[in-house]
Every structure is written in structure tokens, then in C-alpha cells.
């Protein structure tokens, strides 16, 4: 097998370490041709859609509005034999809709453990009035790839 082989994680792999996080570098395409990261805080809905939400007026989502295609890294490790990532490829969407902005921010939220089942209702009357401002960013993966150093058990 290659050694591209070895390091690279399987489905469950991915997602288990996606979920393990909690901030992801969303790479838009910047108006002036460079790349434009930014970490955000990111949740994973069923059938694997990534999700975040950002101010309405940010330059990421200008950027989305011209070009949709972004780059999603979640990356952890210190030493080169604990490099553990994982980039998605995607198609991203902006969407402008409170109802579904404060959905997205709740269930993020409640993913981080900040908002409990019994605080749902009121954390959404206080999360309305910042959703206000914000959007979602949506995004479809397209291709995903993943590397683990750990697999390599020390032998580079």
C-alpha cells in the first residue's frame, strides 16, 4: 500500500475527528485573487452539509456570493507524527433567512454544550436578535481528503 494510503482516514475516521472540533478554516475566493481564510465555528448536519453562520456584510460571504467554491480545513497535531487533518472541497451557499439562521446558531450552540434542551426557548428569543444580522454558510462537500501521521506508528 502507499504511504498515502496508510495515513489516509476512513469515513467514520473523518467524521469523528470533524465532530471532535469545533473550529474549521473556511477558504473563500477573495475579489483580488488570493485566498481568503477565516476559522469559524462549524456544525455538521445529517447527509453531511456543513454549517456555520457569519455577519451578513463579511467579506467571506462576498466572496461566496461571486464564487461558491470554497476549502474547509480542521487540523490538529504539534509533532509531525501527530498531523491529523481534514480538507473538504464544497460548494457553499448563502442563506438569508432568520427562521433558519437562528436554527443554525441554536443547534451549533447546543452542539458546543452551551444551551441545554431546557434553555432552547429562551437562548432562540435572545439568538433572534443577532440572527438578524447574520446568514448561513451551507456547504456540499464535493471531495474530501484526510491524512492521520499517527498510522505511520513513528516510521516516515
Known amino acids: 500500500?502507499?504511504?498515502?494510503?496508510?495515513i489516509t482516514m476512513d469515513d467514520a475516521e473523518?467524521?469523528?475527528?470533524?465532530?471532535?472540533n469545533k473550529t474549521m478554516i473556511l477558504v473563500s475566493n477573495g475579489h483580488n485573487g488570493h485566498p481568503h481564510p477565516m476559522p469559524m465555528w462549524f456544525g455538521i448536519e445529517d447527509g453531511g452539509t456543513i454549517v456555520m453562520t457569519t455577519f451578513r456584510k463579511s467579506q467571506k460571504v462576498k466572496n461566496i456570493r461571486n464564487d461558491p467554491r470554497v476549502t474547509?480545513?480542521?487540523?490538529a497535531g504539534l509533532e509531525y507524527n501527530e498531523l491529523k487533518s481534514v480538507m473538504i472541497y464544497a460548494n457553499a451557499e448563502v442563506i438569508d433567512d432568520l427562521t433558519e439562521t437562528t436554527n443554525v446558531m441554536l443547534g451549533l450552540a447546543k452542539g458546543r454544550g452551551e444551551v441545554s434542551d431546557a434553555q432552547m426557548e429562551a437562548?432562540?428569543?435572545n439568538m433572534e436578535k443577532t440572527a438578524s444580522k447574520r446568514v448561513v454558510l451551507r456547504m456540499t462537500p464535493t471531495?474530501?481528503?484526510?491524512?492521520?501521521?499517527s498510522k505511520l506508528g513513528g516510521k516516515y
Open 72 to 75: 474547509l480545513l480542521v487540523e
Open 14 to 20: 473523518v467524521d469523528a475527528f470533524l465532530r471532535s
Open 143 to 149: 471531495t474530501v481528503v484526510s491524512w492521520d501521521h
Open 123 to 125: 437562548a432562540r428569543a
Open 1 to 6: 500500500m502507499s504511504r498515502r494510503g496508510l
